[in-house]
């Protein structure tokens, strides 16, 4: 499974499947209950709801479309395509669902900014001191975008003047390069995790430690260093609780949740068949995660309190 995606009521879930012939497909549920399956064609697709409505942008991340196609999930209609001429990375809805942002892969750097009511772009020029190629995209409250950018650098930038108004990276301390992995903002803009792994000076084929690094964004502070044993696929902050979840790499599954504050492993989760994709539900009671092969699974997860 590629991606999975919840609408902000939590009645609508979209997950894109591939089966063992290499078919995708996206399927859609209401309420538990899969209401329609729609054929794609061949890409790497990245599913995400709009804050209001059914609307589902589906991002084909391979080199095959170089767009974004947009569905009512309720019917499953198509409603549009924006075509971006270049392979996109990152994508992420402005929280009033106003503007929709991507990040190109190519020569060009910077983001495409969408007005969603005229559908009108706009390309962001941002430079590249922070780097080239962005990794994630996420939207802040008080008018900020985060930017996480391959080499474990972030970026907090002002949506109305598009100045930098915050630089945070994971190689300050370090001797070494680093080279960054998956990223998380919680929902009230506070906490944002970074995964990463310091480089040695001489490549080696050895696995490299993997860390998380957790800021406090209203200070810019680093609020927790975390050490997992194993190379990440995925991080995701459990909705109102900000626990954090931590989806690892391997044919056997594993699932780590920590506690806001302390950082500190509240729970572990486990099971053969790998996985391939984790997300929670709006109420932060459920996470499911599709294993490979064209199978599914969902998992009920329930973490302690925050305390």
Same mark, same amino acid.
């Given at each position: ?6 609408? @902000? ?5 979209? !997950?894109?499947?591939? @089966? ?8 859609? &549920?209401?309420?538990? +209950? ?6 794609? !064609?061949?890409?790497?697709? =990245?599913?995400?709801? /709009? ?14 479309? @170089?767009?974004? *196609? ?21 994508? /992420?809805? /402005?929280?009033?669902? #106003? ?31 922070? %780097?080239?190629? *962005? =990794? ?15 080499? !474990?650098?972030?970026?907090? &930038? ?11 990276? $994971?190689?300050? %301390?370090?001797?070494?390069? +680093? ?24 490549? #080696? ?34 909705? $109102?609780?900000?626990?954090? $979840?931590? =989806? ?16 500190? =492993?509240?729970?572990?989760?486990? &099971?053969? %068949?790998?996985?391939?994709?984790? $997300? ?6 459920? /996470? ?15 973490? +302690?309190?925050?305390?």
């Amino acid at each position: 499974m590629d991606s999975l995606a919840w609408s @902000n009521d939590g009645r609508l879930m979209a !997950a894109v499947a591939r @089966n063992a012939e290499d078919k995708v497909s996206l399927h859609i &549920w209401r309420d538990g +209950v899969e209401q329609r399956s729609l054929p794609l !064609a061949s890409g790497l697709y =990245q599913a995400l709801f /709009a804050p209001r409505g059914t609307l589902l942008a589906l991002v084909d991340r391979s080199d095959r479309m @170089n767009g974004i *196609q947009l569905v009512d999930a309720a019917d499953g209609s198509a409603k549009r395509e924006l075509e971006t001429g270049w392979p996109i990375s990152a994508v /992420a809805f /402005a929280p009033d669902g #106003t503007r929709l942002a991507a990040s190109p892969i190519g020569p060009e750097t910077g983001i495409w900014l969408w007005d969603t009511r005229s559908w009108r772009r706009e390309r962001i020029a941002l430079g590249t001191q922070l %780097g080239t190629y *962005q =990794q994630s995209l996420d939207f802040l409250p008080g008018g900020l975008l985060a930017i996480t950018y391959a080499g !474990a650098n972030v970026g907090l &930038w002002d949506i109305r003047t598009w100045q930098l108004r915050r630089r945070l990276s $994971a190689r300050d %301390g370090l001797s070494s390069d +680093v080279m960054g992995g998956p990223a998380a903002v919680t929902s009230d803009g506070r906490w944002l995790a970074l995964a990463y792994t310091p480089l040695p000076p001489v490549p #080696t084929f050895l696995p490299y430690p993997w860390r998380i690094r957790v800021w406090d964004l209203r200070s810019g502070a680093t609020a927790g260093e975390l050490h997992p044993a194993r190379d990440m696929e995925l991080l995701a902050f459990r909705p $109102a609780s900000a626990v954090l $979840a931590a =989806q690892f790499v391997g044919d056997e599954g594993a699932l780590q949740l920590f506690e806001p504050g302390s950082w500190k =492993q509240q729970q572990a989760f486990s &099971w053969t %068949g790998g996985l391939d994709t984790l $997300a929670f539900s709006p109420a932060g009671d459920l /996470a499911f995660a599709g294993p490979a092969a064209g199978k599914t699974c969902a998992v009920e997860i329930r973490p +302690v309190p925050a305390r």
